[in-house]
C-alpha cells in the first residue's frame, strides 16, 4: 500500500443497511438460491454471498439488510438492485416498490500518517486512547466528531473505523496527524 505524504486512505471495507420492501421466507430462499446459508440456530439472517461483486449480504425476515464486503457505494448498489430483482418472485409479501434506500453505516479504511508513534507516550498523555501492548499490537483512539477510531501502530498505520463517508475519513486522519504529530518518534 503506497500512500503519500498527506493524508490519503485506501477503503477495505463497507458496510451499508437497507430494505427490500420485502417480507421473506429465509429458509425457502436457502433451499431455493444455492448461495444463501440459512442457520437460525447460529444467526437469525440468512447468508448471501456474491462473488463477482465480492459482497455478502446478511437478509431478515423483515426485509431488512446488511451489505458487508464492498469497497465501493457503487458496488454496494448493484448488489443490492441485484438481490432485489432476485428476491422479489421468492417474497412472501411485497411491502413496497420504491427502490431501497441504502444508508452506509460504517467506512474502514486504512492509511499511513508518515511518521513513527510512542504508542506508550500516546497512551499515557492522550485521553480516549487504549493500549494494551499484551493483547493487541496496536492503540485505539477514539473520536467524538466525527465518531469514528484509529487503531494506531507504531509504524504510523492507522485504521480508521466507524466513519460515514470519505470527508468524515479525512477529519479523523488530519486530526489525528496533529494530535499525535508531538508523540512521533525522532528518526
Sequence with gaps: ????????FKITNMVASS???LELDLFSLATKIKEIEYEPEQFPGAIWKFKEQKATLLLFKNGKIVCVGCKERSVIEKTVSKALKILTPYA????TKKKPVIDITNIVAAAALGMTLDLYRIAYKIKDVEYEPEQFPGAILKFKEPKASLLLFKNGKVICAGAKNEKEIKIVLDKAKKLLKP?????
Design 92 to 95: 412472501t409479501k411485497i411491502i
Design 1 to 8: 500500500m503506497k500512500l503519500a505524504k498527506e493524508e490519503k
Design 19 to 21: 430494505s427490500l420492501g
Design 183 to 187: 508523540y512521533a518518534e525522532k528518526e
